[in-house]
C-alpha cells in the first residue's frame, strides 16, 4: 500500500473549462415563456414563477414586499392553513421572495405529485385574497421587528447608505419608516398584485429531471387567459442623484460599536467593466482571504469581519464597503480601508496573489453550477438582463487573461476616494 505523505500538497488544477446545461426556451399558449435546464438525475423539481414586481415597481412603500409574504395567506378557495396542509401533504415546499427588481413564487415538489402541487400553486399566483385579519398581523410582527432592527447600527446604516448613494425619492433608496405601517392598506395590496402578479408580466424557469408532461401541466394550468390584464399602476421614473456630502454621521451615544458603509453608485453588469471589476473586488474585499479583511481583521484586529461587493441591479449598480468596528477604531479602520485602496491604485498586485484569487474565483464558479438547481440560479443571473450564455464564457476568459497592469487601471478609474460616500452610524 503506497503511503500518503500528508507533508506535500496534493498538486494544483487549473480548470480548463466549464461545464453548463443551457435552458431551452418553450412558450405557453398565452405566450409565457418557460425555460428549462433538465439535468436531475432524481425524481425532484424546482419550479420558479418570476414576476417584475420588486421594490423599484411599487408606488407606496411595503406594497412589493406585503404582497409577496402575504400571497400564500388565502385565496378564495383556501385559507393558509389549507394551503400550507395541502403542499405539505405531498411533501412539497412552497417559497416566496422579493428583491428589489423581481419577485418569486417557488415550487420543490416530487415529480410524481407535480399535478396536485401545482394546482395549489396555480390557487395562490391567479386567486390570492390578502385578508384582512392576516394583513393586521403580518403588519403588526413586521413593525416590530423594525423597531427591533432599528436599535441596531448596522440595519441603520444599511437603510441610509441606499438613500445617500440613490438619493431618497429614488426607488432603490426608499426606506420605510414607522408611519408606512399605519399607512398600507389592502387595496394597495391588491392593485399591486392586480397589475403584476400577472401572466404578461411572468416568466417560469424549470429545473430537475424535466418530461414533456411537465410542460403540458404548466400549460393547463397556467396557459390561459383567465389571469391577464394591463399594468395599471406605473411607478414615477426618478433620477438617480447622490448626496453631494462625503462624509456623513449617525450618532449614537450609546453605540459601543461604529457601523462603516462606504461606497458609490456604479453600473449593472451589462456594463464592460462590471466582470472585471469583480475580479479587482476580489482581491480588495470580495473573499475571506482578501486584502481588507488581512488587514482589518487578522493584523490590526479591529473587526470580526468586513467586505466589499459589487451589487448589480436591473436599473443601476453600486459599489459597497461593509463593516462594523469597535468605537474606539473608528477612525483607523477607515484609514486602513483607505490605504488598501490606495495600494490598488499606485502598486500592481503580485502574482502569486493574483494567481490566487484567479484560482478561487474558478473554483467558486465550478460549484456554483454543481447541479440544476445552481445551473438554473446561474441562469436567471443572465435571463434577468437580457444576456446570452456568453456571458459566462467571457467571464471565464476574463478571469483567466486579466493582468495586475490591467486592474491597477481600473483600481485608478473606479476606487477614488473622492468619488466614495463615507457613512458612519455610531461614534467616529
Not at 110 to 135: C, G, M, Q, R
Amino acid at each position: 500500500m503506497q503511503t500518503i505523505n500528508r507533508t506535500i500538497s496534493p498538486a494544483f488544477k487549473t480548470v480548463e473549462k466549464i461545464e453548463m446545461i443551457h435552458a431551452t426556451e418553450k412558450r405557453l399558449r398565452n405566450n409565457i415563456p418557460v425555460y428549462s435546464i433538465n439535468a436531475g438525475t432524481q425524481e425532484l423539481i424546482k419550479v420558479e414563477f418570476i414576476f417584475s414586481a420588486g421594490m423599484f415597481q411599487q408606488i407606496k412603500p411595503l406594497q412589493a414586499a406585503t404582497v409577496n409574504a402575504m400571497i400564500e395567506e388565502g385565496t378564495s378557495k383556501m385559507n393558509a392553513a389549507q394551503i400550507a396542509d395541502a403542499v405539505d401533504y405531498y411533501g412539497a415546499f412552497l417559497e416566496v421572495g422579493v428583491s428589489q427588481d423581481q419577485a418569486s413564487v417557488v415550487l420543490y415538489t416530487l415529480n410524481k405529485h407535480l399535478k396536485s402541487t401545482l394546482s395549489v400553486v396555480e390557487d395562490v399566483i391567479k386567486n390570492a385574497v390578502f385578508p384582512e385579519d392576516e394583513l393586521g398581523t403580518h403588519l403588526t410582527n413586521k413593525k416590530q421587528k423594525f423597531h427591533v432592527n432599528n436599535q441596531k447600527v448596522a440595519t441603520l446604516a444599511r437603510k441610509r447608505f441606499t438613500e445617500l448613494i440613490f438619493g431618497e425619492k429614488h426607488p432603490y433608496g426608499i426606506n420605510v419608516q414607522e408611519t408606512d405601517f399605519e399607512k398600507i392598506k389592502r387595496t394597495d395590496l391588491v392593485d399591486f398584485y392586480q397589475s403584476f402578479y400577472r401572466s404578461g408580466n411572468c416568466k417560469i424557469v424549470l429545473a430537475g429531471k424535466i418530461d414533456e408532461d411537465v410542460f403540458s401541466l404548466l400549460d393547463e394550468h397556467f396557459g390561459s387567459n383567465d389571469w391577464s390584464s394591463e399594468n395599471t399602476l406605473k411607478p414615477n421614473l426618478v433620477e438617480i442623484i447622490s448626496c453631494k456630502e462625503r462624509e456623513q454621521l449617525i450618532y449614537k451615544e450609546d453605540a459601543l460599536q461604529s457601523a462603516i458603509r462606504i461606497g458609490k453608485v456604479l453600473f449593472n453588469k451589462t456594463h464592460p467593466d462590471f466582470q472585471a471589476l469583480q475580479i479587482l473586488n476580489t482581491v480588495f474585499g470580495g473573499y475571506f482571504g482578501s486584502r481588507l479583511m488581512s488587514n482589518i481583521r487578522e493584523d490590526k484586529g479591529y473587526t470580526y469581519g468586513i467586505g466589499s461587493g459589487i451589487a448589480s441591479l436591473q436599473n443601476s449598480g453600486y459599489f459597497f464597503i461593509s463593516t462594523e468596528v469597535g468605537v474606539d477604531v473608528c477612525k483607523n479602520a477607515i484609514h486602513e480601508i483607505y490605504f488598501e485602496m490606495d495600494r490598488l491604485r499606485n502598486e500592481l498586485i503580485p502574482d502569486d496573489e493574483l494567481q490566487l484569487v484567479k484560482n478561487y474565483l474558478l473554483g467558486t464558479f465550478l460549484r456554483s453550477v454543481d447541479g440544476p438547481f445552481a445551473m438554473a440560479d446561474r441562469f436567471k443571473g443572465i435571463l434577468e438582463y437580457d444576456l446570452s450564455y456568453d456571458y459566462f464564457d467571457k467571464y471565464i476568459a476574463t478571469i483567466k487573461a486579466i493582468t495586475a497592469s490591467q486592474l491597477r487601471d481600473l483600481a485608478s478609474t473606479y476606487f477614488d476616494k473622492d468619488s466614495m460616500i463615507e457613512l458612519i452610524v455610531g461614534k467616529k
